[in-house]
């Protein structure tokens, strides 16, 4: 009767020996798990490498509605090196916000959470977004949260937040006097549950509280109040974390919620942000885009261009931004899905076209293959719009530098259709690729414990070891300055085949090992400096300069929602060797090498990188 248990038993003891052989570690690579301590365990909805070394692990509420409600918001500074945790005040809920590293070594995180969504069925006051008119040319408002909206029929609403409504703006003189009124909004919703402050019409709304002309001048406007699902609602907040003092700091808000943003530096190192859900859940519809300038620490406007959420948009070497048509979530089928270079000089969108299945990009993985001089963007696996079960083993490239760019087919992936793939761009110019699964959010058990590597050089992928801890939604994977991948986050809908148990967020962090740290003895960088001009060269310390093959920069990886538009690996030309270290030129264009702190690897001949040195890239 114990027969099968022992067998089990058996063949796990003898998969353990096999892929704890050298020679398996040699040939796929090796896997550990790492269970935090229970006072460090948050939820990794964002991961980035910090020029420390650290990993900044930010949860917010962590998806977690309890949390969100008690006000409990969480950050964790992990030292993979020392493998030491420490907890870092945050200062406002950043869960689903965006962030990238701007070129002095510092993280700005932008958006975050104001509300959490309501599902059908549980919304219980009728709800929807109120717009805010003022009349009067010659003062603004502030509304405090709670200010009342009467409607024509007497049914009460309030506001959930603060809200500031300009002065309306007069143009002419005289007879010729014309006044616009201004415009605001808010999320309001009824003072009574049910059905019977649904409105389904257009209305004006008086506010409670003002009289005489105040009265006459400032009114709400209302398309509808409804039951309908309430989706998340994002907040214009947003913070510095220094990586120096390892605490956040508070710079201007931005001009419009955001929830769901991507942020993406830019050659002159602004960062323009684009997309998101609004403070009233409304998806932004293009003309908000914005530009974060590190200098002055304030806002100004981008270009108008539209984009469903988390869009993967790269800075090419040309200054353009391409849109690969990967994205996480939010938006219309027919809207804003086409791939194409996006020129914020002129705002003028040249589509990219050739890419297979393009209705299932959602939760699709992309990456600047490596080198970044090639400037070809692959795009990996993605699943149908919102709660599809569809899914997709395409990978297509689309080449940057052709006269006419397209996507061409890739091979397909091995594990067949996935979703929330993670990709790596490795020091020996492959890229790691992991997790996902095959439906939305790991339903029916989904979850792909399977990894690749994809070769760019052969355009083949080659079978890694395979994790052990499944990863979907609300995972990231990032490479580390000694050459291993951290794997953090998992956010399952269930924990059954069935679909009937709620399920648990992935706290693990799991690390992969790849091959080339088996191979034995890896070259050294033993000094170097800690700064570069674009299009200057370095000398680096290195005790065997005969055996340097290649040397790059990489960038830290900066992911959510296996987005990561930052992470790219840029070849440097081997100029000279002298006894006892190598010259490196560095490209000039800040388009491609934008100004900031990056992973300095060498390699040997068969790929064997170096660990990192820590080097800042200014203009």
């Known amino acids: 009767m114990n027969a099968p248990a022992v067998l089990g038993f058996a063949n796990d003891q003898y998969h353990q020996y096999v892929i704890n052989r050298p020679d398996y570690k040699a040939e796929y690579g090796h896997w550990q798990t790492l269970v935090l301590p229970a006072e460090f365990r948050i939820n990794a909805i964002h991961s980035a490498l910090l020029r420390t070394g650290k990993v900044l692990i930010i949860a917010g509420s962590g998806n977690n509605q309890r949390n969100f409600d008690a006000g409990t918001f969480k950050s964790l500074l992990w030292d993979p090196a020392q493998n030491t945790y420490k907890l870092i005040p945050t200062p406002a809920d950043m869960f689903c916000g965006g962030h990238t590293a701007l070129p002095d070594g510092r993280m700005l995180v932008a958006g975050g959470t104001r509300r959490y969504e309501a599902l059908d069925g549980k919304v219980k006051k009728a709800a929807g977004?109120?717009?805010?008119?003022?009349?009067?040319?010659?003062a603004a408002r502030t509304l405090p949260k709670g200010t009342v909206f009467r409607a024509p029929n007497g049914r009460a609403y309030v506001s959930t937040g603060e809200v500031t409504v300009p002065a309306a703006v007069k143009t002419g003189s005289g007879a010729t006097t014309v006044v616009k009124a201004s415009e605001e909004h808010v999320f309001a919703e009824a003072v009574a549950e049910g059905k019977d402050s649904v409105l389904d019409s257009p209305a004006q709304y008086t506010i409670e509280g003002l009289t005489?002309?105040?009265?006459?001048?400032?009114?709400?406007?209302?398309?509808?109040?409804?039951?309908?699902?309430?989706?998340?609602?994002?907040?214009?907040?947003?913070?510095?974390?220094?990586?120096?003092?390892?605490?956040?700091?508070?710079?201007?808000?931005?001009?419009?919620?955001?929830?769901?943003?991507?942020?993406?530096?830019?050659?002159?190192?602004?960062?323009?942000?684009?997309?998101?859900?609004?403070d009233t859940g409304q998806i932004l519809s293009g003309n908000d885009n914005e530009i974060y300038d590190p200098k002055s620490k304030t806002w100004s406007k981008a270009p108008d261009r539209y984009f469903p959420t988390y869009p993967s948009i790269f800075?090419?070497?040309?200054?353009?931004?391409?849109?690969?048509?990967?994205?996480?979530?939010?938006?219309?089928?027919?809207?804003?899905?086409?791939?194409?270079?996006?020129?914020?000089?002129?705002?003028?969108?040249?589509?990219?076209?050739?890419?297979?299945?393009?209705?299932?990009?959602?939760?699709?993985?992309?990456?600047?293959?490596?080198?970044?001089?090639?400037?070809?963007?692959?795009?990996?696996?993605?699943?149908?719009?919102?709660?599809?079960?569809?899914?997709?083993?395409?990978?297509?490239?689309?080449?940057?530098?052709?006269?006419?760019?397209?996507?061409?087919?890739?091979?397909?992936?091995?594990?067949?259709?996935?979703?929330?793939?993670?990709?790596?761009?490795?020091?020996?110019?492959?890229?790691?690729?992991?997790?996902?699964?095959?439906?939305?959010?790991?339903?029916?058990?989904?979850?792909?414990?399977?990894?690749?590597?994809?070769?760019?050089?052969?355009?083949?992928?080659?079978?890694?070891?395979?994790?052990?801890?499944?990863?979907?939604?609300?995972?990231?994977?990032?490479?580390?300055?000694?050459?291993?991948?951290?794997?953090?986050?998992?956010?399952?809908?269930?924990?059954?085949?069935?679909?009937?148990?709620?399920?648990?967020?992935?706290?693990?962090?799991?690390?992969?090992?790849?091959?080339?740290?088996?191979?034995?003895?890896?070259?050294?960088?033993?000094?170097?400096?800690?700064?570069?001009?674009?299009g200057g060269t370095v000398r680096v310390g290195v005790p065997a300069p005969d055996g340097v093959a290649t040397a790059k920069l990489i960038r830290p990886s900066s992911v959510t929602h296996a987005t990561d538009v930052e992470q790219r690996s840029v070849a440097l030309d081997v100029t000279a060797r002298t006894a006892d270290g190598v010259s490196l030129t560095l490209p000039a264009n800040p388009n491609l090498l934008p100004p900031g702190w990056y992973m300095l690897f060498v390699t040997d001949a068969a790929g064997t990188p170096s660990a990192a040195h820590w080097i800042r890239v200014t203009p």
């Not at 977004?129 to 010659?138: A, K, L, Q």
């Open 129 to 138: 977004t109120m717009r805010i008119r003022n009349e009067n040319p010659d």
């Open 212 to 278: 005489g002309a105040e009265a006459r001048n400032l009114y709400g406007m209302a398309d509808r109040m409804t039951l309908e699902k309430q989706d998340f609602q994002g907040i214009r907040a947003a913070f510095e974390f220094n990586p120096d003092t390892e605490m956040y700091e508070q710079v201007t808000d931005m001009a419009y919620a955001r929830w769901y943003p991507t942020l993406t530096g830019l050659g002159d190192g602004r960062v323009v942000t684009v997309s998101g859900l609004d």
């Open 315 to 534: 800075l090419t070497s040309s200054g353009r931004l391409f849109y690969s048509g990967s994205n996480a979530g939010y938006g219309p089928a027919d809207k804003g899905r086409e791939p194409g270079l996006w020129d914020l000089t002129d705002n003028s969108f040249h589509p990219v076209p050739g890419l297979r299945d393009p209705q299932l990009t959602e939760t699709s993985s992309s990456v600047l293959l490596p080198p970044a001089q090639a400037q070809k963007v692959m795009v990996l696996g993605g699943g149908g719009v919102g709660e599809s079960p569809l899914s997709t083993a395409r990978t297509d490239i689309a080449d940057l530098t052709a006269a006419k760019p397209a996507f061409a087919p890739g091979p397909d992936l091995p594990a067949g259709g996935t979703r929330y793939l993670n990709s790596v761009i490795m020091p020996d110019d492959t890229v790691f690729t992991t997790g996902g699964s095959r439906d939305y959010r790991g339903k029916h058990r989904s979850d792909l414990l399977k990894a690749q590597t994809y070769h760019p050089d052969t355009n083949t992928f080659t079978t890694a070891a395979e994790p052990t801890v499944g990863r979907n939604y609300h995972s990231e994977a990032l490479l580390l300055p000694d050459g291993r991948v951290a794997v953090l986050g998992s956010d399952p809908l269930f924990d059954d085949k069935a679909n009937t148990v709620p399920g648990t967020f992935e706290q693990r962090i799991e690390i992969y090992s790849p091959p080339y740290l088996f191979h034995g003895d890896r070259p050294r960088v033993t000094g170097g400096p800690a700064a570069a001009k674009l």
